[in-house]
């Protein structure tokens, strides 16, 4: 993930044949890089007319695109950023092929998204510069909560209730530090109020009104809070996971398609990223760490419970959480429902 970020490309492991070298299209330093191949997700194949029915049903399935005249920097990233299509909107012509590498085409494209970048690879490159090997089990073996461990606690007096803790948790292979906020006392007999909350730079702390993240977290602090003050506990997961999982600037991107006219699904989709990618796995761990294995969870989202019990947690109740609307973000309400199961009114 470091190496995607820093532009450097991956010599990606595989059985029975030399690896493959992905160098990605957004960030790559490798000024004179070509190649005929490029790595995409299925719904943004599906944009340029390259990928058949049963691709473009997992939009960030894997699809190979060749080119007739090798792809460079410059072209690479136009194939790759959707939202960039009215600036650049003639490209080709391409086709795509079959491939035999599928496992690990999945990894790179899965390696893209956590580390925020496009998930759009030049394959095969010449000039690529030196890769960093890999292997798709290496993404497994990261994907594993148990990796994650209570790194330091501490009382913190919040706003909403003097009377909380937060409790910070560190992976060794993830440089995403989630954070839990108690508040009142830990009983251990009572399944405490809790919220999966995943990081919203833009609503959280610049008061974006374009989704109701910033007003459910001061709503959950102080349902919260209302707790703790009649005796019981509640527990606020703070997950890093900006834009249900993929990442601030991919997340800006939607944005920037949003405003083209695309509901927050397909402007992720567009961009060959999932609409859900958020790592609710993590969540249960945390939790387990505190010692809780039965809560009443605050949310309008039943993937949050399903995923919750999938993990071994028993949600008792689920407690709902709508908040008024306004004209900024009735659109992304209605999609949240509508498409995404939310149980909205």
């Known amino acids: 993930m470091d190496a995607l970020r820093h532009g450097w490309p991956l010599a990606m492991e595989r059985e029975g044949g030399d690896p493959l070298i992905f160098l990605p299209a957004e960030t790559a330093i490798a000024a004179g890089a070509t190649a005929r191949k490029m790595l995409l997700g299925a719904a943004r194949a599906e944009t340029l007319k390259l990928a058949n029915q049963r691709e473009a049903a997992v939009p960030h399935a894997p699809v190979v695109v060749h080119a007739a005249v090798p792809f ?140 109701d993240c910033g007003p459910q977290l001061d709503a959950s602090l102080a349902a919260m809070a209302n707790e703790a003050r009649a005796g019981r506990w509640g527990v606020l997961l703070y997950l890093r996971q900006e834009g249900r999982g993929i990442g601030l600037v991919n997340k800006l991107r939607a944005y920037s398609l949003q405003d083209q006219g695309f509901d927050t699904v397909d402007a992720n989709t567009r961009l060959g990223l999932p609409d859900e990618a958020r790592d609710f796995p993590v969540a249960a761990r945390m939790l387990d760490l505190l010692g809780v294995r039965a809560v009443r969870l605050m949310t309008n989202n039943l993937r949050k419970v399903v995923a919750l019990e999938n993990a071994g947690v028993t949600v008792v109740e689920r407690v709902p959480h709508e908040l008024p609307r306004n004209p900024h973000n009735e659109r992304y309400l209605a999609t949240k429902r509508d498409r995404s199961g939310h149980l909205l009114k």
């Open 72 to 211: 460079d920097l410059a072209t690479a990233r136009a194939v790759a950023d959707p939202a960039q299509d009215l600036r650049n909107p003639l490209k080709g012509p391409f086709r795509a092929e079959d491939f035999d590498w599928r496992d690990e085409a999945e990894a790179a494209l899965e390696l893209a998204r956590i580390a925020g970048v496009l998930p759009a690879f030049m394959v095969d490159a010449t000039d690529a510069g030196e890769p960093v090997a890999v292997a798709a089990a290496d993404l497994r073996a990261y994907a594993a909560a148990p990796a994650l461990r209570i790194a330091t606690r501490a009382r913190l007096p919040v706003s909403a209730s003097a009377d909380a803790e937060i409790v910070a948790y560190r992976s060794a292979d993830d440089l995403r530090e989630h954070v839990a906020l108690v508040l009142g006392n830990p009983d251990g007999d009572q399944p405490p109020l809790v919220r999966l909350h995943s990081e919203c730079l833009t609503g959280d702390v610049l008061g974006s009104l374009k989704c």
